[in-house]
């Protein structure tokens, strides 16, 4: 008698593919004693083993990620809003694009007027941030570098990082005309990093008839969120000529955030 261990080093060939099945090797082994030597056969068995299913199933199916939205929504105010009933539906899509995002979850709202001036009304709730646009009235002319600025310095010339934590944040811009004071061309290379470093998605409109994408030597909606113009998280500018048509234009820039479960 003997002990003796067989190592499998690789996959045989077994005569069923489909099947389990036992393969028998018959080898030759030399027995001593140490003094007689003895020719005789060592049968190893090899067993075909096949893996066991049971019943399973897989549930997918998909789910909307709870959001927190940070919104930053900068409106003209100037004096040519006041005709064809821009200012108004300027308002109107300001709120219904505010209460599209609260469906998805949580939202921050920063509104920034401005005409040749600007209000920051700094972070507000749904219901705040509406209130205030509500209560927006047209004065003066229009100036993008104010607007801009606003958006950017806190009250020490720096960077604003007042922004609370949230999931995405979006900037929207819109205008009914282009601008007529100012120079937003010089403040394009810190726009540029600001609107990086603090905006997923980044979106300028223009209103009516009187507004284009490439504006003039004051500025324009093409310096503020066109890719093309090196801000990485733009979009090209919407021109809504159709002024009832805002709403639908500005929600369609709506995304939603889908979680796949399995």
């Not at 570098?145 to 922004?163: H, R």
């Not at 507004?211 to 979009?235: C, M, Q, R, T």
């Amino acid at each position: 008698t003997g002990n003796y261990t067989v190592e499998l080093k690789q996959a045989v060939d077994h005569t069923g593919i489909n099947k389990e099945d036992v393969l028998d090797l018959n080898l030759k082994v030399n027995v001593s004693d140490g003094d007689k030597t003895t020719e005789s056969n060592l049968k190893v068995t090899i067993e075909d083993d096949s893996p066991i299913s049971t019943d399973s199933s897989l549930e997918t199916g998909i789910k909307e990620l709870p959001l927190v939205t940070n919104l930053t929504i900068v409106l003209d105010i100037s004096g040519s809003t006041q005709y064809n009933d821009i200012l108004v539906n300027e308002k109107l899509a300001a709120k219904k694009l505010i209460e599209e995002y609260a469906l998805l979850g949580d939202v921050n709202v920063k509104i920034i007027s401005f005409e040749y001036n600007t209000t920051d009304y700094g972070w507000l709730n749904k219901a705040d941030a509406e209130s205030v646009i509500d209560n927006l009235v047209y004065v003066g002319g229009t100036d993008y570098e104010v607007a801009i600025k606003e958006v950017m310095y806190d009250n020490s010339g720096n960077f604003d990082t007042s922004a609370p934590s949230s999931n995405q944040s979006l900037f929207y811009f819109i205008s009914d005309g282009d601008a007529n004071s100012g120079n937003l061309g010089k403040e394009l290379d810190n726009w540029k990093i600001y609107s990086k470093a603090n905006f997923d998605e980044v979106y300028s409109l223009g209103v009516g008839v009187s507004v284009s994408a490439s504006g003039n030597e004051y500025g324009s909606l093409d310096e503020i969120s066109n890719p093309n113009n090196g801000i990485e998280n733009g979009n090209t500018p919407l021109i809504v000529s159709d002024v009832a048509s805002l709403s639908d234009e500005i929600l369609s820039t709506v995304g939603m955030e889908l979680e796949i479960i399995y």
